[in-house]
């Protein structure tokens, strides 16, 4: 059994009630459908325990990263009506290596679905045709590194959604003067960093043709980020 261990950054996590019962996996599944789980902060098991994040998101280095991947990702795969892309809100479970998180972006391609390696999971008791969380192995996970949880973001994570057969792995960092942006590609159980071109070009096996981060300063002095794609 893996060491149980919780995880927590930021002062506000000390407010944070999580049930005894919840720090078992299907505990804290339970917890996860209940009314008492928090609607804000990032809240996730894995590698045998809790991880907590109860930090606000900073806008700069990462809400705007985010809206601008999940956009132009959006767009990619609406275009041939390959699947359907999420946003941090989506619960990410997966039952064999007791996993459930909420990535920054999910990729979930239909014929992953049609494979059985992706359900859709209905609210417990509710509408079988809403949809509440993701089960199984979608096709591309992103994170976007916090200062907040670095550690988590560039080591723990990785391995977990390893473990779980994610086929791809897209790892940003804006925070620094630098903007790093690195797709990695699962391979004898772990991710391989796909090289990227010399003008920052990165292949995507699982989504096809090339992508590309960049940003650019706008009026105000603030970034602007763009991903963009050129298929093969």
């Given at each position: ?25 299907e ?6 459908e ?39 990702l ?29 990535p ?73 003067s ?32 090339r ?22």
């Open positions: 059994m893996a060491r149980r261990h919780e995880m927590a950054w930021e002062d506000d996590v000390e407010s944070l009630r999580i049930p005894a019962s919840a720090h078992t996996f505990g804290f599944l339970h917890w996860l209940s009314d008492d789980f928090p609607v804000s902060g990032r809240i996730d098991f894995l590698e045998g325990g809790i991880a907590a994040d109860m930090s606000p998101e900073d806008v700069g280095s990462h809400g705007v990263v985010k809206v601008a991947l999940s956009t132009a959006q767009i990619v795969v609406s275009e041939q009506d390959r699947g359907e892309v999420y946003s941090d809100s989506t619960q990410v479970i997966h039952i064999d290596t007791q996993l459930s998180v909420e920054d972006v999910v990729v979930a391609l239909w014929e992953t679905f049609e494979s059985g390696r992706l359900r859709r999971v209905p609210p417990a008791g509710g509408d079988p045709r809403r949809t509440v969380a993701v089960e199984g192995a979608p096709d591309v996970v992103v994170e976007i590194v916090s200062p907040s949880s670095v550690q988590k973001d560039t080591k723990q994570l990785p391995r977990a959604y390893a473990a779980a057969g994610i086929p791809e792995f897209w790892l940003v960092d804006a925070r620094g630098r903007l790093q942006f690195q797709i990695n590609a699962l391979e004898d159980g772990g991710y391989v960093p796909l090289p990227a071109e010399a003008d920052g070009w990165s292949t995507s096996p699982a989504l096809g043709g992508f590309r981060l960049v940003r650019h300063r706008t009026r105000m002095a603030t970034w602007r980020y763009v991903l963009e794609h050129r298929a093969d």
